[in-house]
């Protein structure tokens, strides 16, 4: 990454790229960004952080050949005033997902993608990664209470992503189609009128791409409870193994509640169709990278968000 240590973000107000570069400060990067507006609680996480610009608005003159890297937040504008300098400059403009995958080249990269269930599904993987003491990266869209941060960039092997389905200002692709898998995971796959894509078909075309950018020797998992996740996940793909699971036998007895495996029933502190499924799908992807069952029962225990 010795190309990127200096990066000027368009929109570092955006939550995501503002954990990103504070990670990246923190790394020693040269971090610089603009925003047309910053909300109080922003504000001072710049400050806090040395991030704060000078003001708010668009400032082409920041874009200079000093500068390595641009990176583009969700809402940037074509137009945009900066985005145009760095073109005219010839310095590289990335989407977000685009530069997190720069920053992993080196990783295992395992992206966690759909419209419901993502969040907590990635949640009880990285959980248990910690429970397990493995060394890991992450990538998540919201605070998790026992981690630090929405990103985090060492040496790990391994780096957990959450991927988003929205598309960048740069093309008009699905966010986790750019962090090219090594494992992938749909947990399902539901489109309505209020989504970013226009229709049904071109929503479910993402993941169906999701699906075809798996590698040779990849895996990809998907939940059979879904539909749309089965006809994608099920799809017969060169050299790609593909997992199916679905929701985790479970049970509830005077208030409180259990995974059942075997004749064995875990207490669990979160429940639900929803998560009952997470917890399966983390279970079989954990296994893969060499977290067997065993230890996920055991850490499953304990995990909230």
């Known amino acids: 990454m010795s190309a990127t240590r200096s990066v ?28 047309i507006t910053l909300e109080a609680p922003v504000r001072e996480e710049l400050l806090k952080h040395g991030l704060l610009p000078s003001g708010p608005g668009w400032f082409p003159e920041k874009i200079h ?25 010839g310095i590289p403009v990335y989407t977000y997902p685009e530069f997190v995958y720069l920053l992993a080249t080196d990783k ?34 919201r605070p998790l209470k026992w981690l630090d941060g929405t990103v985090q960039l060492t040496d790990a092997p391994i780096i957990i992503i959450e991927g988003d389905e929205s598309p960048g200002p740069l093309d008009n692709r699905a966010g986790f ?41 990849g895996l990809l998992f998907y939940c059979e409870n879904n539909t749309l996740a089965t006809v994608v996940g099920a799809k ?15 049970t509830s007895e005077q208030g409180n509640h259990f995974i059942v495996t075997g004749k064995n029933k875990i207490p669990v502190q979160v429940y639900g169709t929803q998560n009952f499924e997470s917890m399966s ?13 065993d230890k996920f029962y055991e850490a499953i225990q304990h995990f909230s968000f």
Not at 9 to 31: E, P, Q, R, Y
Not at 121 to 129: E, G, H, K, R, S
Not at 287 to 292: D, E, N
């Open 108 to 141: 295992q990269r395992i992206v966690v993608a759909g419209s419901r269930g993502k969040a907590g599904l990635t949640a009880m993987v990285l959980f248990t990664l910690k429970y397990a003491n493995r060394p890991f990266d992450y990538i998540i869209n």
């Open 65 to 89: 050949r000093g500068i390595t890297t641009v990176v583009a937040g969700p809402v940037t504008e074509k137009n945009n005033p900066e985005l145009e300098a760095a073109r005219k400059a």
């Open 281 to 293: 799908g983390a279970m079989e992807l954990l296994k893969r990278i060499g977290v067997p069952a």
């Open 8 to 35: 000027h973000f368009i929109g570092i107000g955006d939550t995501t790229l503002l954990n990103l570069a504070i990670a990246l400060k923190k790394k020693g990067f040269s971090v610089t960004g603009s925003d």
């Open 177 to 217: 189609l750019h962090y090219n898998h090594h494992i992938g995971l749909i947990c399902s796959i539901n489109w309505d009128k209020t989504n970013l894509f226009s229709s049904e078909e071109e929503y479910v075309k993402q993941f169906d791409e999701f699906g075809d950018r798996t590698p040779k020797g």
């Open 236 to 250: 017969q793909r060169a050299d790609v193994l593909s997992i199916p699971y679905k929701i985790h036998p479970h």
